[in-house]
């Protein structure tokens, strides 16, 4: 399953935002290494985004 996650996210052309969620989720719960992840999703930085207040 996780494979063909991969996949789809490689395939096709989803938002940077979809990509950092997917990068954080694979980070927090797949215990992956940020920097192959960034580097499979394509992901050259990540934007953090405006809490609020």
């Known amino acids: 399953m996780e ?3 991969r ?4 395939c096709y052309h989803y ?5 950092e ?3 954080a989720f694979r980070l927090l719960f797949g ?3 940020a920097k192959q ?3 499979k999703l394509g992901l050259h930085s990540v934007t953090p985004h405006p809490t609020k207040t």
């Open 31 to 33: 215990g992956e290494d």
């Open 15 to 19: 938002s940077d935002e979809v990509k």
């Open 37 to 39: 992840i960034m580097q």
């Open 7 to 10: 996949k789809l996210i490689n």
């Open 21 to 23: 969620v997917t990068a």
């Open 3 to 5: 494979d063909h996650i």
